[in-house]
């Protein structure tokens, strides 16, 4: 396992600002697991549009920050073989509490299940330990998957 900082991670995968929600990972065990921490800054251009009065992180912001964290658990991987890695199914995705700026949350991924190019992931927000929200996906790892036509 190791840590990867905002700029090492940046060169690992292929988001890049405004569009990236990802922090510093905190732990990375490749095509396992992954843990980070990402702080949501005051600056993010969706707390100007998203509620102005009572600025809060879309539902689909958090779990784009799950599915972006979790997709570093293969880019990361110098036998990476990925230029991008695609969402392909989302299951179940609950959200249990509002994210407010200046929060720091703590992103958890998980592989349950990685088969001919296809990864089934639990992932989990918490804030203070208590969980926010948490979503069960799979990602579709493009050159991985020798049964689908390019």
């Known amino acids: 396992m190791h840590r990867l900082n905002r700029n090492e991670l940046i060169n690992k995968q292929p988001n890049v600002d405004p569009f990236l929600f990802i922090g510093d990972v905190q732990e990375i065990e490749i095509r396992k697991k992954i843990l980070s921490n990402w702080e949501l800054r005051e600056d993010y ?24 964290t979790s997709s570093l658990m293969f880019f990361a991987d110098p036998q990476n073989k990925n230029d991008y890695i695609y969402i392909s199914k989302i299951n179940l995705t609950r959200f249990f ?10 992103i958890d991924c998980q592989v349950t299940k990685l088969r001919r190019g296809i990864a089934q992931i639990q992932g989990k927000m918490t804030r203070n330990s208590s969980l926010v929200m948490q979503t069960n996906f799979e990602l579709f790892l493009q050159n991985e998957v020798d049964y689908v036509s390019k």
């Not at 809060?56 to 920050?65: D, K, M, R, S």
């Not at 509490?97 to 703590?106: A, C, I, S, T």
Request: glycine fraction near 2%; charge should be positive.
């Open 45 to 68: 251009w969706f707390f100007r549009c998203h509620w102005p009065n009572n600025p809060n992180v879309p539902g689909a912001i958090q779990l784009e920050a799950v599915i972006q």
């Open 97 to 106: 509490h509002k994210l407010r700026p200046l929060d720091v949350v703590q």
